[in-house]
């Protein structure tokens, strides 16, 4: 078994789920078989409980495990089925280390975080890394792991030292680290500074982890002097500084990385078994890429939801909405609109953002309404729900969606002017959903 850590520097939501993502597709279209492990130092046991505002979408697992969005990624870009233990937070390990301490499995010792938890971490890791993910009964040959947060965060601090002894444990040409970092470049110089990646790695190597591959994030192709300026100051070979800028979809990213030789890299530093070219399922990817940079009929669809000032909130229906999108060879333009916006109420307290709202779903070739809990917002889903029936514009709610337009059918064809869902309406009203 190989393992590739991903970690992070500098910001978090730098893009180590995405780097992760397209190291696994690369290592899959030569025929490598991958799991993937996503870290999270919270101490929630998991992701169900969290505002969308928080973390974005929580990601529902076959198993029915609520976990973090980058799973999510990782089923689409790597074509697996990962588990509720796929997912390891704080409060998982600590849950577990407690648990055994009650039991009397420590024998009376000390319980402490070293080695107690980070054994733990260690054990978790490897027990899961062992469980096919893609179909089949064969033993995954690689896993990644991406620990999230930043370097430096206190309350990673114990991943971090577990995989410093994890490296360890089994041998370091079994292990690879993946540092991903930011380049900024100031408005006010336009020059690309290295500095926050120097320290992000020299206290990345200062906890005991030696990064094998510097991935720069920036939002310019970053020059050669740079890429030297990295190596140089961070302890690797130019050919290990990855240069990742902002691309015109996520899907140019495993492309990107491709073009600059990392499968080779793998194959010298982990010793896979890896053709000089990836096969067909690459040549696909590239194909989709370029479908999608090609696409210029543009479709127009209008979210109306609660929860849009952060996009992440409805990701997966943001993904469905994409690919269905190229399948009909069209690029995609979400309209969100807050669905508060909507309501008559906000006519009379705002009437400019009433207008610009309106605006925006008259002007939509269709309207989606996702999901959601609680009253707030629920006239004006109602409102889009008519608006899209009354101008035979396509519809599809989802949720909390299916339930609004049912309202709205029974309000304004059926003349029931109370009609409402038992979820959330008072007891005077006509329950038409229960």
């Known amino acids: 078994m190989k393992y590739i850590l991903v970690t992070g520097g500098v910001i978090s939501g730098i ?6 993502s397209s190291v696994g597709t690369l290592l899959k279209a030569c025929g490598i078989s ?11 046991i998991d992701a169900g409980t969290f505002s969308p505002y928080e973390h974005g979408e929580v990601f529902v697992l076959d198993d029915g495990g609520e976990v973090d ?4 990624n990782y089923e689409r870009f790597m074509d697996i089925t990962l588990r509720r233990d796929n997912n390891i937070t704080t409060g998982k390990i600590y849950q577990s280390v407690i648990s055994k301490e009650r039991k009397g499995d420590y024998l009376g010792k000390t319980v402490q975080v ?6 733990a971490i260690q054990e978790w890791v490897e027990r899961v890394s062992k469980i096919p993910v893609d179909g089949n009964d064969k033993e995954p040959d690689v896993c990644i792991i991406e620990l999230g947060g930043t370097i430096g965060d206190i309350e990673g601090m114990p991943f971090v030292e577990a995989f410093r002894q994890f490296q360890f444990r089994v041998k370091r040409q079994n292990f690879l680290n993946i540092h991903v970092s930011l380049v900024p470049q100031p408005k006010a110089t336009g020059e690309q500074k290295t500095k926050p990646t120097q320290a992000s790695v020299r206290e990345l190597r200062g906890l005991g982890l030696s990064p094998d591959l510097v991935v720069c994030r920036s939002s310019l192709p970053i020059h050669d002097g740079v890429r030297e300026k990295v ?22 990213v495993p492309l990107l990385l491709a073009e600059q030789n990392i499968l080779p890299f793998f194959k010298g530093r982990l010793g896979l078994d890896l053709p000089l070219r990836p096969g067909r399922p690459l040549s696909k990817w590239n194909e989709l890429a370029d479908r999608y940079d090609s696409n210029t009929s543009v479709v127009k669809v209008a979210m109306v939801g609660k ?3 952060l996009e992440d909130a409805y990701i997966s229906i943001n993904k469905s909405l994409m690919h269905a999108a190229l399948v009909c060879n069209h690029r995609l333009q979400v309209k969100y609109i807050n669905s508060e916006e909507l309501e008559d109420t906000m006519r009379e307290k705002n009437p400019v953002k ?4 309106w605006q925006k779903l008259c002007g939509s070739d269709g309207v989606l309404v996702p999901g959601g809990f609680g009253s707030r917002g629920i006239e004006g889903k109602i409102k889009a729900a008519q608006w899209a029936r009354e101008n035979k514009k396509p519809y599809l709610g989802v949720c909390l969606g299916l339930q609004v337009a049912v309202i709205d059918f029974a309000r304004n064809v059926l003349d029931m002017k109370k009609a409402n ?8 009203d006509e329950t038409v959903v229960c």
């Open 354 to 357: 009433y207008h610009e709202a």
């Open 15 to 20: 893009g180590k789920g995405i780097i992760a």
């Open 421 to 428: 869902s038992g979820e959330f309406a008072p007891q005077d």
């Open 307 to 309: 929860y849009i000032k």
């Open 69 to 72: 969005l980058d799973l999510g």
């Open 34 to 44: 991958i799991t993937s492990i996503k870290i999270d130092p919270y101490l929630n």
């Open 114 to 119: 070293v080695p107690h938890v980070t054994d």
């Open 231 to 252: 190596s140089n100051f961070c302890h690797v070979a130019k050919e290990q500084v990855i240069c990742v800028h902002d691309c015109s979809s996520i899907y140019r």
